[in-house]
Nanobody
Framework: QVQLVESGGGLVQPGGSLRLSCAASGFTFSSYWMYWVRQAPGKGLEWVSSITSGGRPATYYARSVVGRFTISRDNAKNTLYLQMNSLESEDTAVYYC??????????????????????WGQGTQVTVSS
């Protein structure tokens, strides 16, 4: 059974940090580019970060998070991470991991149609508030 399970969300004060994890199972995680996508209240789905497959993966970030967020992966553990520092209220959102690729910064009103070998997690809530 294919699964992507996010964890690590929660309530944090502005300026704080969180580390999100996404545990993958049921597919060859190491072969896929992976993405973090977020949806703020009342807004669309925003692709905020990506990491390539391969031994020396490249990373990409939306302008709104560059310098504050760090994406990484551990293929031995089939896990994707997002280290989020200097959090702002605008970072409040549900964060999803997926292998469905879109250019970083893309905003969609709804999740793209799922095709074979497309995977999408259930999401983890991040709330930044004092």
């Amino acid at each position: 059974q294919v699964q992507l399970v996010e964890s690590g969300g929660g309530l944090v004060q502005p300026g704080g940090s969180l580390r999100l994890s996404c545990a993958a199972s049921g597919f060859t995680f190491s072969s896929y580019w992976m993405y973090w996508v977020r949806q703020a209240p009342g807004k669309g789905l925003e692709w905020v970060s990506s990491i390539t497959s391969g031994g020396r993966p490249a990373t990409y970030y939306a302008r709104s998070v560059v310098g504050r967020f760090t994406i990484s992966r551990d293929n031995a553990k089939n896990t994707l991470y997002l280290q989020m520092n200097s959090l702002e209220s605008e970072d409040t959102a549900v964060y999803y991991c997926t292998n469905i690729g879109r250019p970083i910064g893309t905003v969609l009103d709804e999740k793209p149609p799922m095709r074979n070998n497309d995977y999408w997690g259930q999401g983890t809530q991040v709330t930044v508030s004092s």
